[in-house]
């Protein structure tokens, strides 16, 4: 059975940090692009940042250039998001989840629709 679970969220003061970590089993976590994304209230769903497999590509959306750094153990089968210099509108339930289409070893553009075995989610609140 595929199943990523998100893990690490929380709530923490504005400049603080937090890392979150993506467990999955079911498949080969190596042969797979993943992607973070998150979700804030009433907002859609927007892509974090993704890690493709085979050539260690990253893609940061700009709001977290700078300030989180996603890596990932294909041995431990476990992607994490290393998340710095949080800010109150990085607040949101956090998912991961896999390329299921359009060459699923890189991330690409990288869209919500291109993803699947999505996470229950973790929250994240930034707050003072």
């Known amino acids: 059975q595929v199943q990523l679970v998100e893990s690490g969220g929380g709530l923490v003061q504005p400049g603080g940090s937090l890392r979150l970590s993506c467990a999955a089993s079911g498949f080969t976590l190596g042969n797979y692009a993943i992607g973070w994304f998150r979700q804030a209230p009433g907002k859609e769903r927007e892509g974090v940042s993704c890690s493709s497999t085979r050539d260690g590509s990253t893609s940061y959306a700009d709001s977290v250039k700078g300030r989180f750094t996603i890596s990932r153990d294909n041995a431990k089968n476990t992607v994490y998001l290393q998340m710095n210099s949080l800010k109150p509108e990085d607040t949101a339930v956090y998912y991961c989840?896999?390329?299921?289409?359009?060459?699923?070893?890189?991330?690409?553009?990288?869209?919500?629709?291109?993803?699947?075995?999505w996470g229950q989610g973790t929250q994240v609140t930034v707050s003072s």
């Open positions: 989840a896999r390329k299921v289409a359009r060459a699923t070893l890189y991330c690409g553009s990288w869209t919500p629709n291109d993803f699947g075995s």
